[in-house]
């Protein structure tokens, strides 16, 4: 069964902590991406990486940060650096230049 | 930066209504997205269409690159059909992810 996965669906995180949101896909995809959504608001891209070991900033990267290592997975680590974290995170693979698909995502909260 | 402008931001409609949204973009784009947001957050992929129309059901898009809009018609809507619905494009050169619209929220009334 092809697809995205996203784990946690819902995160805690307390003033501070570090935490680590999961993408895992088995469409065979070189491109992955991460993307944030606020209240009412459109997605927009934290992070990318066209392929392995190598990923790029997107327009609000900062107190964030990624890792390529493997084709299938592409985590993000929310830091503390990170000053209002609470929002929807959306993963999403594709063929470079070709058609998104989107995982479930992962709603995180601060306490 | 290039911009995505949807419109209209909201719309409420009787069931078996019929209704267009519309997606401006400022730039030449490679690749052009409509998704559908259920109310679980899900984003499902409605149409890839960087260019020309396509039709599933009773959903269809046209894009016309060269005057840098896309259009989604809704015909008979459904209750189902209710969530926010995005526009999202990709540039011809430099950054390969997509830009989102804010969106245009669709209810659909029984």
């Known amino acids: 069964d092809g697809g995205i996965t996203q784990s946690p669906k819902y995160l805690f995180r307390k003033e501070g902590q570090n935490v680590t949101l999961s993408c895992e896909q088995n469409?065979?995809?070189?491109?992955m991406y991460w993307y944030r959504q606020d209240p009412g608001q459109g997605l927009r891209l934290i992070y990318y990486?066209?392929?392995?070991?190598?990923?790029q900033k997107g327009d609000i990267a900062e107190g964030y940060s990624v890792s390529r290592e493997k084709k299938e997975s592409f985590p993000l680590t929310v830091t503390s650096a990170q000053k209002n974290p609470t929002a929807f995170y959306l993963c999403?693979?594709?063929?470079?230049?070709?058609?998104?698909?989107f995982g479930p995502g992962t709603r995180l909260t601060v306490l | 930066g290039i911009q995505v402008e949807q419109s209209p931001p909201d719309l409420i409609l009787q069931e078996g209504a019929n209704s267009t949204l519309r997606c401006n973009f400022s730039?030449?784009?490679?690749?052009l997205q409509w998704f559908h947001q259920n109310p679980w957050g899900q984003l499902i992929n409605l149409f890839y269409?960087?260019?020309g129309t396509k039709q599933n059901g009773r959903l269809s898009a046209t894009t016309v690159a060269t005057e840098r809009y896309s259009l989604l018609y809704i015909s008979s809507s459904q209750t189902t059909d209710s969530g926010v619905y995005f526009c999202?494009?990709?540039?011809?050169?430099?950054?390969?992810?997509?830009?989102f619209g804010s969106g245009t929220r669709l209810q659909v009334q029984p």
């Open positions: 469409l065979n995809h070189d491109a």
């Open positions: 999202a494009v990709e540039l011809g050169t430099g950054r390969r992810a997509l830009t």
């Open positions: 990486s066209q392929i392995v070991n190598d990923f």
């Open positions: 269409i960087p260019s």
């Open positions: 999403a693979s594709s063929i470079p230049n070709d058609e998104q698909f």
């Open positions: 730039d030449s784009v490679n690749n």
